[in-house]
C-alpha cells in the first residue's frame, strides 16, 4: 500500500477561535483598534524623519551617519548588527552612497504604510510592508518599538480578510477579489461539486 497515495484531498480546518479572530467580521473592530495604533505609529515616524534633518535633505546624511555606526565592529562587546551578511549588505548601500536615494525610500514608506493602515487600505499589504521594515530594523540593531509593531504587523497580516473591514478594504476587497477567486477583472467560475474531506 503506497502511503502517499490518497483519492481525494484533505482539507485540515482552522480552529474556531482561529476563525473568529482571523476570518470573522466580529472581531474587526479590535484590528481597527491595532491599526489605527500601528498606522499612526508609521506615520508618525516617517513624518518626523521627513521634518528633520539629514533624510529628505542633506544627501540623507542621517541614514548613513546611522549606517555608519551599526556596522562598526567593536573590539570589545557585541556589534550592533549580530549577522554578517547583513553588516555586508550596509557596508554595500554605503560604498555605493544609497543613503541619498535610500533614505526617501524610508521616508516615504513609512508614511504611505501608516496611511493604508489608518485608512484600511489594502490592509495586508501595507501589514506586510510594515513588518518588513521593522524586521530590517531589527537585523540593523535597532529595538525600540519594532518587536511590539512586528508582532501586531504579523497579526494583521493574518487578519487580512477582516481587518479593513471598518475601512476602505470593506469595499476595496470584493470588488477586486484574490489572486484566487477574481471578482472585478473576470466572472467567477461555477466550480464542479468538491470531493475533499473535511477532518475537523
Known amino acids: 500500500m503506497n502511503f502517499f497515495a490518497r483519492d481525494a484531498s484533505v482539507e485540515f480546518s482552522d480552529p474556531p477561535f482561529y476563525r473568529y479572530l482571523f476570518a470573522n467580521t466580529m472581531s474587526a473592530p479590535i484590528w481597527l483598534l491595532v491599526r489605527l495604533y500601528v498606522g499612526w505609529q508609521f506615520l508618525h515616524a516617517g513624518y518626523e524623519k521627513a521634518m528633520g534633518t539629514g533624510w529628505l535633505n542633506n544627501n540623507g546624511s542621517a541614514l548613513e551617519s ?10 570589545t562587546g557585541k556589534p550592533a548588527i549580530t549577522y554578517d551578511w547583513y553588516r555586508d549588505f550596509i557596508n ?75 475601512g476602505l478594504d470593506h469595499w476595496l476587497l470584493p470588488m477586486l477579489g484574490t489572486p484566487w477567486q477574481p471578482r472585478f477583472f473576470t466572472q467567477p467560475k461555477r466550480e464542479a461539486p468538491s470531493t475533499d474531506r473535511r477532518l475537523f
Open 66 to 75: 546611522f549606517w555608519q555606526r551599526i556596522v562598526q565592529v567593536p573590539a
Open 92 to 166: 554595500f548601500m554605503l560604498e555605493h552612497h544609497w543613503a541619498s536615494w535610500f533614505a526617501s525610500v524610508i521616508v516615504y514608506g513609512e508614511i504611505l504604510i501608516g496611511i493604508a493602515l489608518i485608512l484600511g487600505l489594502l490592509t495586508g499589504m501595507a501589514a506586510f510592508g510594515g513588518i518588513f521594515m521593522n524586521f530590517n530594523f531589527m537585523l540593523a540593531g535597532t529595538a525600540s518599538t519594532n518587536p511590539v509593531l512586528f508582532v501586531l504587523g504579523a497579526l494583521l497580516l493574518l487578519a487580512w480578510k477582516v481587518a479593513g473591514y471598518y
